[in-house]
């Protein structure tokens, strides 16, 4: 039987104060008195980089996770603000709501920012949503001529 490598309390320590947005960097090796070469080690080392990476993964995990919470009241406020008075904030808005990522799109990946809104893969926007735009987007430009 072999015993697996696991990291030290001190190296727990350290990326536990790394992934807390308390100290920078530098700080935190200071507080935990690691030299610069020592943390290059641990580094270079795959069970403690494994392991930041994993905590990485997790913090990204719970923003992806508080931003899908809130995207429906994003979305709704900006169909909202497509009837305000000001045509500059409405237009806004309208660019705003067209640009939005639509179901069976994924933000990470820049090659999907020029796809279009009609593809099969994406939810279609509802008839009063698109009169709405299409209207907002008519009064800007007829009342910038």
Known sequence: MTRTKRLNKKQLAVIDDLFS???DEQAVLEKHKISRNVYNKWLGDNIFTDEFNRRIAWLNLQSDALIARYASLAAAKLVQLTESESQETA????????????????????A????????????????????????ALAGQK????
């Open 91 to 110: 237009r806004k808005a309208c660019l705003d709501i067209i640009s939005l990522p639509r179901e069976g799109t994924k933000r990470e990946q820049p």
């Open 112 to 135: 999907d920012e020029g796809r279009r809104l009609n593809t099969s893969e994406e939810q279609e926007l509802s008839a009063e949503v698109v009169s709405r735009l299409l209207a």
């Open 21 to 23: 947005g308390q100290f």
């Open 142 to 145: 007829g009342g910038s001529s």
